[in-house]
Antibody, heavy 116, light 108 residues
Framework: DVHLVESGGGLVQPGGSLRLSCVAS????????MSWVRQAPGKGLEWVSA????????YYADSVKGRFTISRDNSKNTLYLQMNSLRADDTAVYYC?????????WGPGTLVTVSS | SYVLTQPPSVSVAPGQTATITCGGS??????VHWYQQKPGQAPVLVIY???DRPSGIPERFSGSNSANTATLTIGRVEAGDEADYYC???????????FGSGTKVTVL
């Protein structure tokens, strides 16, 4: 069974930083593109970033480019999202998801709250 | 940037058919994927590559895609189908995933 579990969320002040992790199991991790998707409270889904299986090509949404950095450690089956210069509108549940064209499955998510 | 347009809400009586549209410029030339999200839960893939159903998804869920509109159809709607539904494409010109705004399906 494919399993994804995010961690690292929490409360952070505006301008602060946070690193999210997503541990994967049940599949050959380095064979797959992995993505981060977020959902602000009461809002829809917003794709944030993706990384190729080998870790050599990141992709970013315009809203996070220059502030967020995606990375992965294939030896640990773990995907990361380093979030810097956080703003109130970054407040959301952050999900990791497996796949390139379509995203399946998704982890349960981790909540990031940016507030003073 | 590429925009996907969905109706905010669809209401349907049990046993009837729910139709959810996803509009986008020449969306028929792209692969469209659909997700179901129930309150407090992560999204679940229900249709991929326009028409394919993942294992475990009932045959009542079907998809189509042509011209400027993709459609998710839920036949013989049940109370358990009440959820938010999102369409999604990979936009190759900008190398970004794009999600529709979501449609809330209410079972009357």
């Amino acid at each position: 069974d494919v399993h994804l579990v995010e961690s690292g969320g929490g409360l952070v002040q505006p301008g602060g930083s946070l690193r999210l992790s997503c541990v994967a199991s049940g599949f050959t991790f380095n064979d797959y593109v992995m993505s981060w998707v977020r959902q602000a409270p009461g809002k829809g889904l917003e794709w944030v970033s993706a990384m190729t299986g080998s870790g050599d090509r990141p992709y970013y949404a315009d809203s996070v480019k220059g502030r967020f950095t995606i990375s992965r450690d294939n030896s640990k089956n773990t995907l990361y999202l380093q979030m810097n210069s956080l703003r109130a509108d970054d407040t959301a549940v952050y999900y990791c998801a497996k796949g390139a064209g379509y995203l399946d499955p998704w982890g349960p998510g981790t909540l990031v709250t940016v507030s003073s | 940037s590429y925009v996907l347009t969905q109706p905010p809400s669809v209401s349907v009586a049990p046993g009837q058919t729910a139709t959810i549209t996803c509009g986008g410029s020449s969306i028929g030339t792209k692969s469209v994927h659909w997700y179901q999200q129930k309150p407090g839960q992560a999204p679940v893939l229900v249709i991929y590559f326009d028409t394919d159903r993942p294992s475990g998804i009932p045959e009542r869920f079907s998809g189509s895609n042509s011209a400027n509109t993709a459609t998710l159809t839920i036949g013989r709607v049940e109370a358990g189908d009440e959820a938010d539904y999102y369409c999604q494409v990979w936009e190759s010109s900008s190398d970004q995933h794009v999600f529709g705004s979501g449609t809330k399906v209410t079972v009357l």
